[in-house]
């Protein structure tokens, strides 16, 4: 089966911070990210400015594209929207001191994707993520870093990619439904389902091992007055991935592994290698303030 691995940038945020009555203190803030592919050049990938302890705005850098960045806008210091340089923006919709909806829109003001979010717990169960038109070029220069990466890694948006590729649907809408479940404080499996006349996709990522550091993204979204999200308490050491379809009565299975390496500062990753099946894929280093 053939596989298309999108550019995506791992982001890991900044360290664990103390949360009270929706502020987030962080204990280090994150100053540039550096991205160096398999049997590529190290290269600048990210640069971060901060007011205080609020994120203003991420600028991404690549050889692949032109330059562009993301300003975090804000109401009584809880995330309201991110904007990017041409316009295009993220709105964010809350439940209580929850994301209930998050939505994408162009500049003309056409949305492009929605994300619904149920929780258990004060944890995200489920997502029901839908995109509203697909352009290969233009879906895979969203998903380079920028806010969509932030919400889901690229274990996911890789699974999306590959059905949306293969998809026969006439409709100008994808639907796809998340669903997590938790061991303690770890995510211990993610499932992306997708189906459509004559095709469905199913991709499961088991969670094998964590290391016992501190993951840089737990309580990240506490700074935007958000509830625990979607990560876990430690970093992943492996995991599992099932990639399945049935097309048009055919059905086919892929099976791989993911493993990572961690250099570490004190508790937090700051050398992160991303591994599939034995073959180093690229390599994330993290500088803070």
């Avoid at 991935?241 to 700051?270: A, C, H, Q």
Wanted: hydrophobic share 30%; glycine share 4%; charged share 30%.
């Amino acid at each position: 089966m053939k596989k298309l691995f999108l550019l995506i940038v791992a982001l890991c945020f900044l360290a664990i911070g103390c949360e009270k009555e929706g502020v987030y203190n962080p204990d280090k803030k994150i100053k540039r990210v550096f991205l160096q592919e398999e049997n590529g050049e190290k290269y600048l990938s990210q640069e971060w400015s901060w007011e205080k302890n609020l994120l203003k705005k991420i600028q991404y850098h690549s050889p692949y594209y032109h330059s562009w960045e993301e300003n975090y806008f804000y109401k009584k210091n809880r995330l309201e929207k991110v904007e990017q340089n041409n316009g295009n923006n993220w709105k964010i919709t809350y439940k209580g001191n929850a994301y209930e909806k998050v939505e994408f829109f162009e500049v003309q003001g056409t949305k492009l994707l929605s994300a619904e979010f149920t929780y258990e717990k004060k944890r995200v169960s489920k997502v029901l993520l839908t995109f509203y038109s697909y352009d290969v070029n233009y879906l895979t220069k969203m998903l380079n870093g920028g806010f969509m990466a932030n919400l889901f890694p690229r274990e996911i948006l890789k699974s999306i990619d590959n059905s949306i590729t293969k998809s026969k649907s006439k409709s100008d809408s994808f639907i796809y439904t998340i669903t997590f479940t938790y061991d303690k404080n770890n995510i211990k499996e993610r499932v992306i389902e997708y189906s459509e006349e004559g095709y469905t996709m199913k991709t499961s990522h088991k969670f094998e091992k964590y290391d016992n550091k501190s993951n840089p993204l737990y309580r990240f979204y506490s700074q935007f007055g958000v509830t625990d999200f979607v990560f876990s308490k430690n970093n992943p050491l492996e995991i599992t991935v099932e990639f399945s379809e049935i097309e048009d009565g055919y059905s086919d299975t892929e099976r791989y592994t993911i493993t990572f390496d961690y250099l570490y500062n004190d508790k937090f990753p700051t050398v992160v290698k991303y591994i599939e099946d034995g073959y180093p894929i690229d390599i994330t280093f993290y500088e803070y303030e």
